[in-house]
């Protein structure tokens, strides 16, 4: 189907030739076989739980993982956040002081953060008014130095999800890598990207512990790509980026999908109540649709509303200064006894 695209070409030429570290449990990596004798790797040998090295390949939560999202363990790159992850890929493919990466706001910061700290130029162009891609607008900006196209699907802060059409359209017509950031997507009506890697060579998709799955402070990010994607981003991560209590919290939850399906569902529901109050609200002038648990909402002045509420104890998002957000602040759904504060909070400044 595509035929420009060429994996080889993008990888930065002293990545391809790098030799990655290799650790003790690179090494040897039969870590369950307890008859073994560990003198190895310099560890304290008396046990308290972690006195060992984690699995630097986290073979037992990408196993949970794969059933899960029903993917292959060898298309999974476990990191420390999505945040390890993206840095990862920038640095796998993008040539500092010269290649360009294209963004397309209002998106999540990162992007362009991490652009800068590698040193690679950031292409933004922005999303419409009802915040989807302008494919053309988007092809215009593309050189042969443009090695990544970020799409942020659903999106933080609009809180949409860009049409299967579009997304398609990129992924064809773009023959750098398309990383669909997909952290929201476990709150969304629409399918994850996930079973289109083998179609798409192109396709990366990444994902996170930190929002659906309630685990933001253990910091593990997730990326989906064909094997050989895959493979190179390996080569390059730290040995051990994933430590052991995270590995184990990670383990348990995944082991509780049933839990984290009743959350996710209970958040929806939540975010419909808290969509129906707003509209109740008269200085409330957009309520943006949203596949995310948070919503973007335009108000008459988001500053003097965010300043108010932070007065009743409640601190919310304003995004007024990013691009096509004049005047909006974006709400985290949160307990139901938290929504409703939110909500009697919105009423008493609306009087
Ligand atoms: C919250 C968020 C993430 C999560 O990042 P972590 O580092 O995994 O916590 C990633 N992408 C977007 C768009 C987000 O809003």
């Known amino acids: 189907m595509k035929t420009k695209f ?25 870590v369950n076989t307890s008859e073994m004798i560990f003198l190895d790797a310099n560890e304290n040998p008396f046990e308290n739980g972690v006195n060992r090295y984690p699995d630097p390949q986290q073979q037992n939560v990408k196993e949970l993982l794969s059933q899960v999202k029903n993917i292959s363990s060898k298309n999974i ?19 500092p002081n010269q290649d360009n990466i294209i963004t397309l706001p209002p998106t999540y910061g990162m992007y362009a953060v991490l652009a800068n700290i590698n040193a690679v130029e950031n292409r933004p162009v922005l999303l419409s008014t009802d915040f989807q891609p302008k494919v053309t607008q988007i092809l215009k900006e593309v050189d042969e130095n443009s090695k990544i196209l970020f799409l942020c699907s659903p999106n933080n802060p609009s809180g949409n999800t860009f049409t299967i059409e579009i997304v398609e359209e990129l992924l064809l017509k773009f023959n750098g890598l398309v990383v669909i950031d997909e952290a929201y997507i ?17 396709l990366m998709i990444t994902q996170t512990l930190s929002k659906a799955f309630g685990l933001a402070g253990i910091r593990l990010g997730v990326c989906y790509a064909s094997e050989e994607i895959i493979k190179i981003l390996n080569r ?9 209590l995270t590995q184990q919290k990670a383990i348990e939850r995944l082991s ?57 104890g409640i601190v919310v998002r304003n995004r007024t200064t990013q691009a096509l957000c004049e005047n909006c602040l974006r709400f985290t759904i949160g307990t139901p006894l938290e929504n409703q504060q939110l909500m009697k909070a919105l009423k008493e400044i609306s009087l």
Do not use: H, M
């Open 6 to 30: 060429n994996l080889e070409s993008l990888v930065r030429e002293n990545i391809k030739a790098l030799k990655p570290y290799s650790s003790a449990r690179d090494e040897y990596k039969d």
């Open 77 to 95: 790159l476990l990191g420390n956040g999505s945040d390890e992850v993206l840095d990862l890929i920038f640095r796998a493919f993008c040539e």
């Open 186 to 202: 476990d709150f969304s009506e629409q399918k994850s990207w996930l079973e289109k890697i083998a179609q798409f060579p192109n």
């Open 236 to 244: 390059i991560k730290p040995p051990y980026n994933v430590n052991e």
């Open 256 to 312: 509780k999908i049933d839990a984290v399906k009743k959350e996710v569902f209970e958040i929806i529901q939540e975010r419909t109540k808290v969509v129906e109050a707003l509209k109740e609200i008269a200085f409330v002038k957009v309520i943006y649709p949203t596949d995310c648990n948070f919503v973007l909402v335009q108000v008459d002045n988001a500053t003097t509303r965010y300043e108010q509420l932070i007065a009743k």
